[in-house]
């Protein structure tokens, strides 16, 4: 790799003087084949801009070759497979201003030169972004709440090992970043964003739409269906939530739980939209991810912690988590809350919809093109700060629309 840096040194002055747009510039979102990347690209690319994503592969279990743009196995036939990263990365120098990227970084992470990345996109000119997803930026010694460093421990035991590795890299981006956007409460010891928002991810809604399976079942007459994705079982809680089930079956209840393992975007959709009557997202974390935004999007109440105010009192008030209809459980309560969804019909319904207003306010096209061109306008000196986007008093967005009605008191349900 390291007899690539002379010509990427050449490309990035050559590029530097090479006047590009700051109004609409050309975007990629990479490397790392996070299914985020590609929603939140094909909302840009919706609104005009040059957006693309550029990941090594996908994950063809659950993801489709159709959501991805450039693929690294599928590129530079005539260059052996060691060199394509840097290729691609001097490439890439050409033909994108803005690197929307993780902590991970571009091409170039894991390479004898992951540490000239940054540099090498400054000596060109280019924006950074920095998107943190996960594994990406947790520092196992830096996160406040022990219960998810066990479930971190369960699910994904081998970071601990390389906690000084991805701590480098947290504080090598967060040094030259020109902005962070914290995508959720998942901001656990990253030490910087430029905006907050209590989950930025945002879907097609044109492809999540509300469904027929609102009923009024209610577990005695009628058979209520709980859907849950247990991929990363020991981080969602999975095992409390097949306890939860089997019990209240043994109280009586008509439930079915559908595990939906393995199962590829588009079956997951159908399943939510039309035969799930509750979605149960995870119970450790505090917070949720995209899994719970598709629960909210299919009409249905979904379920996830929202528990430790250590997260979520700073979303609260400094942005919009108030509005969530998100209903908070742990494993120590899931069995009440879930006994109080499965009973209650018009309760789900009052929930279903809620959410449904709630996803189309917050987690459309249109929101990652308010998030992102803000972001651009910030990157590129138009704007002096973005850190109070989203907040409920100052912030133009989350008042352009009526505030979300729901049932809730901070996610809990109202005795």
């Known amino acids: 790799c390291i007899f690539f840096l002379p010509i990427a040194l050449i490309v990035s002055l050559i590029v530097r003087f090479r006047k590009c747009s700051d109004d609409k510039p050309r975007l990629v979102w990479g490397s790392t084949p996070i299914i985020n990347n ?9 609104y005009g801009y040059c957006s693309q994503t550029f990941t090594f592969n996908y994950y063809s279990l659950i993801n489709e070759r159709d959501d991805w743009d450039k693929i690294l196995a599928e590129k530079y ?3 052996p497979l060691v060199a394509k990263p840097v290729v691609a990365f001097i490439h890439s120098l050409l033909i994108y201003d803005v690197f929307l990227l993780s902590y991970d970084g571009y091409f170039l992470g894991n390479t004898s030169l992951r540490h000239l990345q940054a540099h090498l996109l400054k000596l060109a000119g280019k924006k950074i972004v920095i998107i943190p997803y996960g594994s990406d930026g947790y520092v196992y010694r830096r996160i406040r709440s ?8 369960i699910s994904y035991p081998g970071a601990s090992k390389n906690q000084h590795r991805i701590a480098k890299n947290v504080d090598y981006w967060n040094k030259y970043a020109d902005a ?3 995508t959720g409460m998942g901001v656990d010891g990253i030490g910087r964003w430029d905006v907050l928002a209590p989950n930025s991810l945002v879907l097609d809604l044109e492809k999540w739409t509300v469904g027929s399976n609102k009923s009024s079942a209610n577990g005695i007459d009628s ?3 709980v859907a849950h994705s247990p991929n990363h079982r020991g981080c969602k809680g999975t095992e409390f939530i097949i306890a939860a089930v089997d019990q209240l079956k043994e109280e009586g209840l008509n439930i079915e739980l559908r595990l939906l393992e393995g199962v590829k975007n588009d079956e997951v959709r159908n399943i939510l939209c039309e035969k799930a009557h509750i979605l149960i997202e995870q119970l450790i974390f505090t917070g949720h991810g995209l899994s719970g935004l598709e629960g909210m999007a299919s009409g249905i109440p979904t379920v996830s ?4 105010e250590t997260y979520t009192l700073p979303m609260r008030r400094w942005s919009y988590l108030d509005e969530c209809p998100l209903v908070s459980a742990t494993p120590e309560n899931i069995v009440d809350v879930l006994r109080k ?3 209650n019909p018009h309760l789900r319904d009052e929930l279903g919809k809620a959410g449904r207003k709630y996803v189309e306010k917050y987690h459309g096209y249109d929101s990652a093109h308010h998030l992102f061109s803000n972001v651009i306008d910030y990157i590129y000196g138009r704007k002096e700060s973005i850190i109070n986007l989203y907040h409920p ?3 133009e967005y989350p008042n352009r629309m009526p505030k979300i009605e729901h049932p809730l008191v901070k996610n809990q349900i109202a005795d």
């Open 38 to 46: 590609s929603y939140w690209s094909r909302s840009m690319e919706k």
């Open 77 to 79: 036939y005539f260059f």
């Open 146 to 153: 022990t219960s998810w460093i066990s479930a971190l421990m």
């Open 180 to 182: 962070i956007v914290a």
């Open 223 to 225: 058979k209520v269906v």
């Open 305 to 308: 912690n929202l528990e430790d």
């Open 341 to 343: 969804l499965v009973t």
């Open 393 to 395: 008093i100052l912030g």
